[in-house]
T-cell receptor, first 112, second 114 residues
Framework: AQKITQTQPGMFVQEKEAVTLDCTYD???????LFWYKQPSSGEMIFLIY??????QNATEGRYSLNFQKARKSANLVISASQLGDSAMYFC?????????FGAGTRLTVKP | EAQVTQNPRYLITVTGKKLTVTCSQN?????MSWYRQDPGLGLRQIYY???????DKGDVPEGYKVSRKEKRNFPLILESPSPNQTSLYFC?????????????FGPGTRLTVL
């Protein structure tokens, strides 16, 4: 079975600085997708970024980038130039064969 | 506006009283799924559906039922709710196996079973 691990229950970052949220995964399937979602205090789940297991380049979406290290089975999310509105829960997820697994999440707090 | 809607958003009920949480999407998505979110556990998949009349169990299906009679609707049914089903529930949809843009999530339903 697939597994996702987020080892940081909480993280703090100063406004305008960059922050890395860790995510490691375990799967025996060579084909999979990796996702990051943001959940603000209002509760909705917001899709941020996707990385396919065969993608050669790391995914980027605006201030979000995914540091994909396939050999290490890690898919860390990097947020550059943090903003106060980035304070939220962040979930990493892995998908393949109709099975989607989420990590326990990391609560990011951006300090002014 | 493309969206996934869930109703109700909040529900307090008692043990054993059957309830249904509705989910509807207006994007003609083939794939729909239900998750529950509990503190420290992230989101866990309950059931998913690849298309009309095609449903399958996810990670934690016990105590839940689903149906997919129409493409846009995917209700979650709790025949006899118990307190351990108190949770935040999300419905999601996507373009079948096209995961490139992730899943669209509904706003969530917070269920309390007393």
């Amino acid at each position: 079975a697939q597994k996702i691990t987020q080892t940081q229950p909480g993280m703090f970052v100063q406004e305008k600085e960059a922050v890395t949220l860790d995510c490691t995964y375990d799967t025996s399937d060579p084909s999979y997708g990796l996702f990051w979602y943001k959940q603000p205090s209002s509760g909705e789940m917001i899709f941020l970024i996707y990385q396919g297991s065969y993608d050669q380049q790391n995914a980027t979406e605006g201030r979000y980038s995914l540091n994909f290290q396939k050999a290490r089975k890690s898919a860390n999310l990097v947020i550059s130039a943090s903003q106060l509105g980035d304070s939220a829960m962040y979930f990493c997820a892995i998908y393949n064969n109709n099975d989607m697994r989420f990590g326990a999440g990391t609560r990011l707090t951006v300090k002014p | 506006e493309a969206q996934v809607t869930q109703n109700p958003r909040y529900l307090i009920t008692v043990t054993g009283k059957k309830l249904t949480v509705t989910c509807s999407q207006n994007m003609n998505h083939e794939y729909m799924s239900w998750y529950r979110q509990d503190p420290g556990l992230g989101l866990r998949q309950i059931y998913y559906s690849m298309n009309v009349e095609v449903t399958d169990k996810g990670d934690v299906p016990e105590g839940y039922k689903v149906s997919r009679k129409e493409k846009r609707n995917f209700p979650l049914i709790l025949e006899s709710p118990s307190p351990n089903q108190t949770s935040l529930y999300f419905c999601a949809s996507s373009l079948g196996r096209s995961w490139l843009y992730g899943q669209f999530f509904g706003p969530g339903t917070r269920l309390t079973v007393l």
